[in-house]
Nanobody, 115 residues
Framework: QVQLVESGGGLVQAGGSLRLSCAASGIIFRLNNMGWYRQAPGKQRELVARISSVGITNYADSVKGRFTISRDNAKNMVYLQMNSLKPEDTAVYYC?????????WGQGTQVTVSS
């Protein structure tokens, strides 16, 4: 059974940093593409960043230069380093399995950026 478990969310002031982690199980992790999505109140869920099985990355324009996605295949983990956070980054952040439409989702972790 596929499980994706996020951690690392919280409350941070604008300009601060957070690192989100996602632990994956039930899959051959190194063969899978992974992504981070977010959903703010009243808005649709949107792609933040994704990383392919061979390390190719892709970012939303709104986070380029501030966020970095990475993976550790030995630990079955994917990370999202978020720097220079802005109030508009406030959302529930979800880990996802897949490159296009995700096949599986985590439960989400709340990130709140205060101004």
């Amino acid at each position: 059974q596929v499980q994706l478990v996020e951690s690392g969310g919280g409350l941070v002031q604008a300009g601060g940093s957070l690192r989100l982690s996602c632990a994956a199980s039930g899959i051959i992790f190194r063969l899978n593409n992974m992504g981070w999505y977010r959903q703010a109140p009243g808005k649709q869920r949107e792609l933040v960043a994704r990383i392919s099985s061979v390390g190719i990355t892709n970012y939303a324009d709104s986070v380029k230069g501030r966020f970095t996605i990475s993976r550790d295949n030995a630990k079955n983990m994917v990370y999202l380093q978020m720097n220079s956070l802005k109030p508009e980054d406030t959302a529930v952040y979800y880990c996802a399995l897949g490159w296009g439409t995700p096949n599986y989702w985590g439960q989400g972790t709340q990130v709140t950026v205060s101004s």
